[in-house]
């Protein structure tokens, strides 16, 4: 058992855990609790995450760059691109794409 404790209060979660060994590479640790994480997010009734994770080599660093991570977006929200105004403009070659000097036009 890797989880040591969750916290729900509202719709905030707090999950602590530790991993298999104190040395288990880095790369690891930080997918399964960013995975954590994200998939709590996911939740339509949990609106914060915090993951812990403890006895670890690399513990304050995984949990620094997991907490300040972005929200992923919810089943069903729009994707980021779309809800900042991005994704919008054609790209290169697409109808509507600004011909610049020298490029030639398609047909």
């Known amino acids: 058992e890797l989880i040591d404790n969750v916290d729900i209060e509202g719709s905030d979660v707090k999950v602590d855990l530790h991993l298999t060994s104190p040395f288990c590479p880095a790369v690891f640790g930080f997918k399964i609790c960013q995975d954590i994480h994200d998939n709590l997010l996911k939740i339509d009734s949990v609106d914060n995450v915090t ?53 030639a036009k398609g047909p």
């Open 51 to 103: 993951v812990n994770v403890s006895n670890h080599f690399m513990a304050e660093q995984i949990n620094n760059q997991v907490n300040s991570s972005p929200k992923p977006p919810k089943d069903g929200d729009a994707p980021a691109a779309a809800q900042q105004g991005g994704g919008d403009a054609p790209g290169p070659g697409q109808a509507g794409a600004q011909q610049g000097p020298g490029q």
